[in-house]
């Protein structure tokens, strides 16, 4: 069973940066792929960015093109997401998720198909 945890949220000023981790225990990190999720109050869960098993595909979705970045190490089993040039609209619990599967765009930006989840951790941008 793989179980996932993440760290790094803040709270950050406007204009700043972190980077989050997402941490996998149990079978199967390696061999998933990784998204990262965010939920705002009062609003539905979305995708931030996914990554394949091997790191070698992303994807982003457009409102964090150029200001985050995703990897993976798959040695420390670990997935990182880089966040830079925060603003008040990225607020919002952070998830990471994993499955065993094919890469493709369309499979990992939605939630639904994941398998395993963590708990999330808080971003809160403001000054």
């Known amino acids: 069973q793989l179980q996932l945890e993440e760290s790094g949220g803040a709270l950050v000023q406007p204009g700043g940066s972190l980077r989050l981790s997402c941490a996998g225990s149990g079978v199967g990190l390696g061999s998933s792929v990784i998204g990262w999720f965010r939920q705002a109050p009062g609003k539905e869960r979305e995708v931030v960015s996914c990554?394949?098993?091997?790191?070698?595909?992303?994807y982003y979705t457009d409102s964090v093109k150029g200001r985050f970045t995703i990897s993976r190490d798959n040695e420390k089993r670990t997935v990182y997401l880089q966040m830079n040039s925060l603003n008040a609209e990225d607020t919002a619990i952070y998830y990471c998720?994993?499955?065993?599967?094919?890469?493709?765009?369309?499979?990992?930006?939605?939630?639904?198909?994941?398998?395993?989840w963590g708990q999330g951790t808080q971003v809160t941008v403001s000054s």
């Open positions: 990554i394949s098993q091997a790191g070698g595909l992303t």
């Open positions: 998720a994993a499955r065993v599967g094919l890469f493709q765009n369309s499979d990992c930006s939605r939630a639904p198909w994941y398998m395993h």
